[in-house]
Structure formats: C-alpha cells, structure tokens
C-alpha cells in the first residue's frame, strides 16, 4: 500500500522577519544583502532564507522574504514578509516599528503594551540576535511590514484580541508544525488574558459561529468575553484552570457537545467519532426505553439520535462532568449550553461550581 509522504514543515512569521531584518541590516552597514541569509532558530537550529527583494538606500536597506507555512492551511502561507531597517540614535538599542499591514496592539492583557508593534516577544528576541551577528550592540529601528496584511488579518483572530491595522508577527520555536493549531490555541489564550485584563468575570467558549452567536444572546455578553475555542475546548479549559474566571460558559451543537460529554476534550473528528453505544447507555439512564436505545445505539449521525430520544439534558450533564473535572480545583461556576443547527437552546447545565458538582450529573454512563 502507498503511504503518504510526511507532512512539510514552515517557517513562522517571526523566523522570516527575522531572516529579512537581517539582510537588511548587513545591506545597510556593508553594501550588500546575504542572500541566502542565516538566522538561528529559538532551539539552536541554523537555517537559511531567500530573498524576495531588496531595496538599498540611503540610510535604510529593505529584504523581503516569502512566507512558506509547509503543509499547513496558515492564512500567511505566501504572503512577503518585508523588514526596513535604518540606523538609531548611539545608543538607542533595536526599535521595532509597525509598517502597513502589521498589527498595533489596543487592548491590555497580551505581552506586548498597548500600543506597541504587535510583534511578539519571541521574535523581537530572534530579530535582536541576528542583528547583534551583524554588529554587536546595534542601535537600529527595525520596522516589518506584511503585503496585505489588513486583508488577512479579517482572517484571523486579531480584531477579538484587539489588535487593529493587521498581523501579528508570531512564533515560539520558528517553526510552523503542519496541523498542529499552535496560533489557534495561542490566540485561544490570549483571548482569555484580555477578558481578565479587562476585568470581566465571565467568558464563553462556543465550538463555531452559530453557537457564538447564541450564547452572546442568551447571557448578553460583551464581544470580548467570547473565546472562538472551535474543537479545542480543552485547550480553554485547562488554561482557564491556571488563569480562571468566576464564571465560564462552554457553548456547541449536538454532536460536538456529545464528544464533550463523552469525555473528549478535542471535538475534532480526527480524534474519534461518537461512541453511539455509549450514547444509547446515557439515553436508557435518562429514560429512554430499551427500544429506543437499541436505535440509538444503531444510529448514523447524532442528530439521528437526538430524533429518537430527547438527549439534550442528558448530554449537557454529563458534559459539565468532563468540563468541570478540567476545570478542578477552583472557584470557578461552569455552565454548559446545548444549542441545535439555528441557534435554538436545545439544553443546558446551568452554573455550577466546579469544586462542588452538579448533583444531577451521572458519569456512571460514560464511557471514559
């Protein structure tokens, strides 16, 4: 049988402003751009970048690089990194600037203060070493641009975490791993450190845009309370642990908040379809009769399922089961919300503390 090839790995954001901050700065001071140029990666790795343009003038020096994300959908895939580097003021140290199509930051609770270059710390400190391989203590205003960055920013996560005027310039390790949603998960938490820094008390995580939508309604929430978690309800919750709130709100469809209930803390197919016989076993402890379980049992779909016996009770239980237990120990009050394809609130497990339980739970018709 053919297997696949493996899965290519990308370059970040911040590894190719890096590598074109760097061109540029040896363009400025010696005449000419390094092409391929070096950078070293956070973990130690060596590796080099073409240059897509360049532009050498009087006291400033422009390269470009090209985002190659690998075989990961990343909405930056292809876009032209640009880094104009001109000289500081003795003793100024590096200046970052944001050009058109890079991100200012307007909101308190992420790394950087408000308003400064949405350029994260990790590449500002990738940026700061390439140029002290250039020269050593460089005084140097360093400013990254990305072509259409505002138009791919509407794309991304930006506008929620207040982040206006296009991209951020991310990337921990230099390296974009295919699929693994590292900028998802980020953005996920960064998201709930805004909310905290703003003082709100109650956030939302809901799996898509109906779901959002619904559970803004329902409990009248500001637009920075709302966490677009998708799949990754796990990745919120465990970060809610270490960074809580007093009340925190899980939002899905049926057939994700099932995956929830059964004890699943990534919804996304790739991890494992619904155990239907499970689900006939929650069904038959909430009253369904052995008929009715033995259809669901058989069922294709959950909505199928749902048609059979009304789940909906039984499914947001036992899910605060799963998510309370992610959330422990704390003070926080967990509610879980169940809502169907139109946004109409099919069942809930109102706030809760965590610490105490949901007395009607019963997780003895779980399969874990």
Same mark, same amino acid.
């Given at each position: +049988? ?28 010696? $005449? ?26 009087? $006291? ?16 930056? &895939? ?123 008390? @109650? ?15 329902? @409990? ?15 990745? +919120? ?5 270490? @960074? ?27 991890? $494992? ?10 069904? &038959? ?69 965590? &610490? ?13």
């Amino acid at each position: +049988m053919e297997q696949n090839p493996p899965l290519r790995r990308g370059w970040t954001t911040g590894a190719c402003a890096t590598a074109a901050a760097k061109a540029a700065y040896a363009a400025l001071l010696h $005449g000419s751009f390094p092409d391929p140029v070096e950078i070293t990666l956070p973990r130690g790795e060596r590796v080099a970048f073409a240059l897509a343009q360049t532009d050498l003038r009087e $006291g400033a020096a422009m390269a470009a690089v090209v985002k190659d994300a690998g075989d990961d959908p990343d909405v930056t &895939h292809g876009a032209v990194i640009r880094a104009t580097v001109s000289l500081a003021p003795p003793g100024a140290g590096i200046l970052f600037r944001a050009g058109p199509g890079v991100g200012t930051v307007t909101r308190p609770g992420l790394p950087l203060p408000v308003g400064e270059p949405a350029i994260n710390p990790v590449p500002r400190a990738m940026i700061c070493a390439a140029l002290t391989e250039i020269a050593a203590d460089p005084d140097a205003i360093v400013e990254i641009s990305i072509d259409d960055g505002e138009v791919l920013a509407q794309r991304t996560l930006n506008g929620r975490l207040g982040i206006v005027g296009g991209l951020s310039v991310l990337g921990t390790t230099g390296i974009v791993v295919p699929y693994s949603c590292a900028a998802w998960i980020d953005s996920i938490h960064r998201g709930i450190d805004v909310a905290r820094a703003m003082g709100l008390e @109650h956030v939302a995580g809901a799996t898509g845009s109906t779901s959002e939508a619904a559970v803004q309604a329902l @409990h009248g929430l500001p637009e920075v309370a709302l966490i677009e978690m998708g799949d990754f309800v796990g990745g +919120m919750l465990k970060y809610l642990r270490a @960074h809580p709130v007093r009340r925190v709100t899980v939002a899905g469809g049926v057939a994700k908040m099932t995956k929830l209930a059964q004890g699943r803390l990534d919804l996304h197919s790739r991890r $494992g379809e619904t155990d239907f016989a499970a689900l006939a076993t929650l069904a &038959h402890g909430a009253g369904a009769t052995d008929s009715q379980a033995a259809r669901i049992a058989a069922a294709n779909t959950v909505l199928e399922a749902f048609a059979v016996f009304p789940l909906g009770e039984a499914v947001a239980q036992a899910a605060w089961a799963v998510a309370a237990e992610a959330l422990r120990p704390g003070e926080t009050e967990l509610d879980i919300v169940v809502f169907d394809r139109a946004g109409e609130l099919l069942a809930r497990a109102g706030f809760a503390p965590v &610490h105490g339980g949901l007395v009607q739970v019963r997780p003895r018709n779980l399969r874990r």
